[in-house]
């Protein structure tokens, strides 16, 4: 994956790593290892065969150099990576590598290993920094169709991402060769330009306003995304499999031991009781509405006292 050439010049969080060819190589090579175990249990390839396929899937025991020399020549990685997965478990179990997948199993498998990898950096990320800073908190009424706080967080970045751009710019400007008058950090070996080395271009702000503008042009998306309709679970899907089981929407839950896992058989029955279908529902709704008076209560106090508005009570 290619980076900018001042990337060197701020912390790095770790994704750019996850994406490096070697890398990607290894998440391919765990969905071979994971695909051998259960073949083996299932008796599709000999146990043998898949532990030796288990072992041999780590990329410090494989060729490099010839698995590029072999996507040079074919354009094809997967292929060159399977071959010398082959050659280290060697026989009589190499033929049983990669038995039964296709390329796009195997790559597009790896490949969601490495974005869930990245994605839970910057859940670390944003749970540590932003959310402390923004003061972010849990929905007081959770609902799963309201995309608002979604909005309201990007349209928070818009933010933070205009203030940023207008603090890169108030510097951009002053490093004019026309000004002169500040210049951006140089560490020891930095050039600025090939035929003029004395020169200091502001390459730490340009990346400041191009960043920042890729984020404010994120914020009237993040709006649209508000608009959208009804709940969305995997209720429905559940009672049309208990239909289709002859069976009723409890048995159905209660021999799911992902449901089981967390709730007795006399819970599950309790929770589907019409009189207990709206949970918390009402107490959460209450306590919202309380806060909102509160606010809005607070709000005309303040109104009346600082700018001599009279309103209404509502």
Not at 13 to 23: R, S
Not at 242 to 258: H, I, N, V
Request: glycine letters at 6%; hydrophobic letters at 40%; one cysteine or more.
């Amino acid at each position: 994956m290619g980076e900018r050439f001042t990337a060197s010049r701020v912390p790095a969080p770790g994704i750019a790593e996850l994406f490096h060819t070697h890398h990607r190589w290894q998440r391919w090579l765990d969905v071979e290892a994971a695909l051998a175990q259960p073949q083996a249990e299932f008796g599709i390839i000999p146990p043998d065969a898949a532990q030796a396929i288990s072992a041999a899937c780590r990329i410090g025991r494989l060729d490099t150099a010839r698995i590029e020399e072999g996507i040079a020549r074919q354009s094809h990685p997967p292929m060159p990576l399977t071959v010398e997965l082959s050659r280290s478990v060697g026989e009589p179990h190499d033929g049983w590598v990669h038995w039964g997948a296709t390329t796009q199993n195997i790559t597009q498998t790896g490949d969601v290993l490495v974005l869930r990898q990245a994605h839970r950096i910057i859940l670390r990320q944003l749970a540590r920094s932003i959310s402390r800073r923004l003061g972010l908190s849990a929905m007081p009424v959770p609902s799963r169709s309201s995309a608002d706080h979604f909005a309201e967080f990007v349209c928070a970045l818009g933010l933070l991402a205009g203030t940023c751009e207008k603090l890169g710019r108030e510097l951009y400007t002053p490093m004019k060769t026309v000004y002169g008058e500040v210049e951006e950090p140089v560490p020891a070996g930095t050039s600025g330009s090939s035929t003029m080395p004395q020169k200091r271009n502001p390459q730490l702000c340009q990346d400041i306003l191009g960043l920042t503008t890729e984020i404010r042009a994120l914020v009237p998306l993040a709006l649209e995304t508000m608009h959208n309709e009804h709940e969305a679970d995997h209720a429905p899907a559940a009672l049309f499999d208990a239909q289709a089981a002859e069976g009723s929407f409890a048995d159905l839950l209660a021999s799911d031991s992902r449901v089981t896992a967390h709730l007795a058989p006399q819970a599950i029955k309790t929770l589907l009781q019409p009189s207990s279908h709206t949970g918390h529902s009402a107490a959460l709704a209450r306590t919202a509405a309380a806060q909102a008076r509160d606010v809005a209560s607070h709000t005309r106090t303040h109104l009346e006292s600082h700018s001599r508005v009279t309103m209404n009570p509502a």
